[in-house]
């Protein structure tokens, strides 16, 4: 499970940098980017505290 959130988050933290340089690029509008990076953003909120600065649990035991 902590695998899945750790893939999540590592997805929107892509979904925060890809979509800036797409953009300068001239693939993307920046109103397309402001999208994706505010779904990044989120993403990265809800899913970042789940696995950062978590002891694992072979340490605790």
Not at 38 to 51: K, R
Request: glycine share 4%.
């Amino acid at each position: 499970m902590k695998a899945i959130i750790k893939l999540i988050s590592f997805i929107a933290l892509a979904l925060n940098l890809i979509p800036a340089f797409l953009v300068f690029q001239g693939i993307i509008s920046p109103d397309q980017c402001k999208t994706l990076m505010f779904i990044g953003t989120v993403l990265w909120f809800i899913t970042a505290p789940m696995w950062m600065n978590k002891k694992s649990e072979e340490a605790s035991s």
